[in-house]
């Protein structure tokens, strides 16, 4: 089974900087694109940034561009998001997962999440 567990989420105050992780199962990450994706309380699930395999290519929803920035490392098999400037309305439960480009995810499983919390 595909595993995807992410972690670094916390309470943070309006401007702030966090960055989260997410570790996957051995071999998910091979040759396909990653993606952050994100739920806030009452909405609907929204991609965030995706990266390509080599990193070379990298995607970002308009209301975090500039602020948010997206990494991998294959090696690890991790995938990374370093978000600055925190604000409000970025309180969500963040997810990665595998993506079908453009913005279409992969797999069906969804990790746990990490609950990101930006208060005023």
């Known amino acids: 089974q595909v595993q995807l567990v992410e972690s670094g989420g916390g309470l943070v105050q309006v401007g702030g900087s966090l960055r989260v992780s997410c570790v996957t199962s051995?071999?998910?990450?091979?040759?396909?694109?990653m993606g952050w994706f994100r739920q806030a309380p009452g909405k609907e699930r929204e991609v965030v940034a995706s990266i390509s395999w080599s990193g070379r290519t990298t995607t970002y929803a308009d209301s975090v561009k500039g602020r948010f920035t997206i990494s991998r490392d294959n090696r690890k098999n991790t995938v990374y998001l370093q978000m600055n400037s925190l604000k409000p309305e970025d309180t969500a439960v963040y997810y990665c997962?595998?993506?079908?480009?453009?913005?279409?995810?992969?797999?069906?499983?969804w990790g746990q999440g990490t609950q990101v919390t930006v208060s005023s």
């Open positions: 997962n595998a993506v079908d480009p453009p913005t279409t995810p992969k797999y069906n499983y």
């Open positions: 051995r071999g998910t990450l091979k040759n396909l694109t």
